[in-house]
Every structure is written in C-alpha cells, then in structure tokens.
T-cell receptor, first 111, second 115 residues
Framework: GENVEQHPSTLSVQEGDSAVIKCTYS??????FPWYKQELGKGPQLIID?????GEKKDQRIAVTLNKTAKHFSLHITETQPEDSAVYFC??????????FGPGTRLSVLP | GAVVSQHPSWVICKSGTSVKIECRSL??????MFWYRQFPKQSLMLMAT?????????EQGVEKDKFLINHASLTLSTLTVTSAHPEDSSFYIC???????????FGQGTRLTVV
C-alpha cells in the first residue's frame, strides 16, 4: 500500500520568510496530492492540491510542486504570516480515494 | 469548497456507554465518506471507508463491532462508538467525497472523552 513520508516534523520561520515542506510517496498509482492545514482542535482544511498531469500549481502565497519520477512533492509558502502557524499534512491518493496522510509538519511563524 | 458538518464537536461520556457522531455533507452528495482517528500530535489514521448503501470497509486493526458505521443516505454517515472505554478517547474526523469531486472535504472533528 501507499506510504507517505513528510519532512520536517517541525519548522520555525521568521515572519516574511518562506517555508518549504516536502513529502515522498511510494505508490506510483497515486495521482492526486492535496495539502491540508489543521489548526488546533479543528478538522483539516484543504489549502491546495495538485494532480499528476501538472508539475506545479500556485495560489497566491502558496505553491505546490510535483516530481512524479522521483515520487515527491513539496509545499511552498512565501511571505509567511503568524496566521500560517498550524500543522500541515500532505496526502497521496489514487483518484481521490484511499487518502494516505503524511505524519504532519508543525509550522511556527515567529513575529 | 464543499461543506462537511460534523456533530457534536465534543462529547464526554461514561465508560460503557455508546456515542454517536454524525457527518453530513451540506451542499453535495457524498458517495464515499471516510472516518479518521487522530491522537494528539499525530497524523490522521483511516479507520474505515463507507459507500452509501453498502457496508463499510474497515482498516486492519479497527474493530467493526466497536465502531459501527452507517451511511444510509448520500448526505449522512454516522459513527457509533459502542461500549466506550477511556482508551477510545480521541479526535474523530470524517471526510466526504463524491463521484464529481476528487477532493475530500473534512468535518470539523469531534473530540471524544471517555471518563
């Protein structure tokens, strides 16, 4: 089955700096890669996703890149703000089913 | 994005009692719903997958007689924790997807505390 690894487990950045979180997956059948932001005591919120037919997607300060050959994908947050502080989870899924989540990255944006 | 509503957001119950958690898709028909369990500072662990009108598929190690899942309609799935014990205390989260969506949208989660 699918196995998703995520690094780093914790990340602290200064406000305004960029943050990068990386994930690797094992199942070449996975073709959908969402990223979720989870704030304390709340459910995960989808922030961006990418499908296997593209290599990069950007939405304002957030971007995701995908390397299918190497089976890794990354989340990039630019101009970080304190409200970006949360736990971020990557996931891999074949056709939107059977999501497998990474262990999460706790991002702290220091003012 | 689509909205998934989960209720209650938190519940405290006594050992030996049962607790039902509801997951509703408010603006789309959820052909598939997923139930997850999350321990503090850990990732989401899939417990079971339920398709409307059929029996849920449980992940290995999840007791189907203890965690009863019903997905009787395209907008509602329920998880019942039967004969709850303190070790069942956790954050339970549902998500839903449909044939017209590949994204999975999550409920806000239910924090269960068994005393």
């Amino acid at each position: 089955g699918e196995n998703v690894e995520q690094h780093p487990s914790t990340l602290s950045v200064q406000e305004g700096d960029s943050a990068v979180i990386k994930c690797t997956y094992s199942d070449s059948a996975s073709n959908y890669f969402p990223w979720y932001k989870q704030e304390l005591g709340k459910g995960p919120q989808l922030i961006i996703d990418i499908r296997s037919n593209v290599g990069e997607k950007k939405d304002q300060r957030i971007a995701v890149t995908l390397n299918k050959t190497a089976k890794h994908f990354s989340l990039h947050i630019t101009e970080t703000q304190p409200e970006d502080s949360a736990v971020y989870f990557c996931a891999a899924s074949p056709y939107g089913q059977n999501f497998v989540f990474g262990p999460g990255t706790r991002l702290s944006v220091l003012p | 994005g689509a909205v998934v509503s989960q209720h209650p957001s938190w519940v405290i119950c006594k050992s030996g009692t049962s607790v039902k958690i509801e997951c509703r898709s408010l603006d789309f028909q959820a052909t598939t719903m997923f139930w997850y369990r999350q321990f503090p500072k850990q990732s989401l662990m899939l417990m079971a997958t339920s398709n409307e009108g059929s029996k849920a598929t449980y992940e290995q190690g999840v007791e189907k007689d203890k965690f009863l899942i019903n997905h009787a309609s395209l907008t509602l799935s329920t998880l019942t924790v039967t004969s709850a014990h303190p070790e069942d205390s956790s954050f339970y989260i549902c998500s839903a997807t449909s044939g017209s969506l590949t994204e999975a949208f999550f409920g806000q989660g239910t924090r269960l505390t068994v005393v």
